[in-house]
């Protein structure tokens, strides 16, 4: 898998059984810088692939672009040794967000403002509430395993987290199985390439089904209600924030979603069962 994964010597010690030497499979990181119109916009660290993908997700999570079209075109700098700097061309009011605002938006959850500042930030960016879209809880917890057995990288690492997407019809249909599934070593980057690879080829998020194999945060809510995703399942537990974001934004909530489990801490009429 080239830079997604590498391998590294490991001795791996059992206190209660006999020590071994082995070669082990690890999660690849390394830093992304992301610029629009030649400008930084931020750096992050990431799993390297699908990084057209991360970027857009991203740039559309913070209201610099709304659809796909809104990017001219995307290249990374040929003049660096590492595929680790990529510019996207973005005309407009866009680009001019990204120069005054750069990371003012997705960085809130941990910048020390306070949770009712940063979902305001958010909610001036949301178009409209997520449709209310009906998903049964075990369509939910089927989601939810078919992401874990799609984690290819996962697999083999140990180390990355996933995220996918199941869609909703126009007319409110829900099917449960997933449109499209990325990871990588950061959970809300994970976010970013799916939600970005639903903006890159057309797809619509409106009233979809997010998991992810993560803790419910702050971030994550964000993306979601951005997006128009109208439920968002996280196996891990959510934090106060990103209740209060959930509730707020209309996004339905589900977290601790594991072994035929799961809480819905908010707008539940969503999940029958």
């Not at 750096?43 to 610099?64: C, S, Y």
Request: contains cysteine; hydrophobic residues 40%.
């Amino acid at each position: 898998m080239g830079r997604v994964t590498s391998r590294h010597k490991v001795v791996r010690i059992h206190l209660d059984g006999e020590s071994s030497r082995s070669i082990d499979t690890v999660a690849g990181e390394e830093p992304l810088e992301v610029r629009v119109n030649g400008t930084t916009f931020t750096v992050t660290m990431r799993t390297p692939g699908h990084d057209v993908d991360l970027a857009h997700g991203l740039l559309r999570a913070e209201g610099v672009i709304s659809r796909r079209e809104d990017v001219l075109g995307a290249r990374f700098c040929s003049d660096l040794d590492t595929l680790n700097v990529l510019n996207l061309d973005v005309p407009g009011h866009g680009a001019e967000l990204a120069v005054t605002s750069t990371r003012n938006l997705a960085s809130l959850g941990g910048c020390g403002l306070c949770g009712t500042t940063a979902v305001d930030a958010v909610d001036a960016v949301v178009a409209h509430r997520p449709p209310e879209v009906v998903w049964e809880a075990s369509t939910v917890a089927a989601a939810l395993g078919e992401l874990r057995s799609r984690q290819a990288v996962f697999d083999k690492t140990g180390g990355v987290h996933g995220a996918g997407l199941a869609l909703a019809s126009e007319d409110g249909e829900t099917s449960g199985g997933l449109a499209l599934v990325r990871e990588d070593i950061g959970r809300h980057n994970a976010v970013d390439k799916v939600l970005g690879a639903a903006l890159v080829t057309g797809v619509s998020t409106e009233g979809g089904l997010l998991v992810v194999s993560s803790r419910a945060s702050f971030e994550i809510v964000q993306k979601a209600a951005v997006s128009g995703v109208s439920v968002l399942a996280c196996v891990s537990a959510p934090s106060s924030l990103a209740i209060e974001a959930a509730d707020r934004l209309g996004v339905t909530l589900v977290a601790f979603a594991r072994e035929r489990r799961m809480s819905v801490y908010t707008h539940s009429h969503r999940i029958p069962h």
